[in-house]
């Protein structure tokens, strides 16, 4: 059975960091697109990043970008999202998801490409 369980949310001062881990188990990562997204109270789900199977190829909000980075270890089949000087508006539940789809640099932020979900961590940025 597909699964992917998240972990390292928590709450965080304004210019702090986390890592979130995407851990997947039924399935190896090198044949999935694996993104990270997040919803806000209020909000619709936003892609954050993505990193793809077969190349490794990442992709980033503009929100996140130079402040996050997505990661694989392959073998530990884990996905990782370092977030560095979060910020308030970084506030959310975060996912992590899996999708077999083409073109990922053009649909990596599309929540409906992607098949399996895990249940979502909570990232809570304030002072």
């Known amino acids: 059975q597909l699964q992917l369980v998240e972990s390292g949310g928590g709450s965080v001062q304004p210019g702090g960091s986390l890592r979130l881990s995407c851990a997947a188990s039924g399935f190896t990562l090198d044949d999935y697109v694996i993104g990270w997204f997040r919803q806000a109270p209020g909000k619709e789900r936003e892609g954050v990043s993505s990193?793809?199977?077969?190349?490794?190829?990442?992709f980033y909000a503009d929100s996140v970008k130079g402040r996050f980075t997505i990661s694989r270890d392959n073998a530990k089949n884990t996905v990782y999202l370092q977030m560095n000087s979060l910020k308030p508006e970084d506030t959310a539940v975060y996912y992590c998801?899996?999708?077999?789809?083409?073109?990922?640099?053009?649909?990596?932020?599309?929540?409906?490409?992607?098949?399996?979900w895990g249940q979502g961590t909570q990232v809570t940025v304030s002072s």
């Open positions: 998801a899996a999708g077999r789809f083409s073109f990922a640099g053009l649909m990596w932020y599309r929540a409906a490409k992607y098949d399996y």
């Open positions: 990193i793809t199977g077969s190349t490794g190829s990442t």
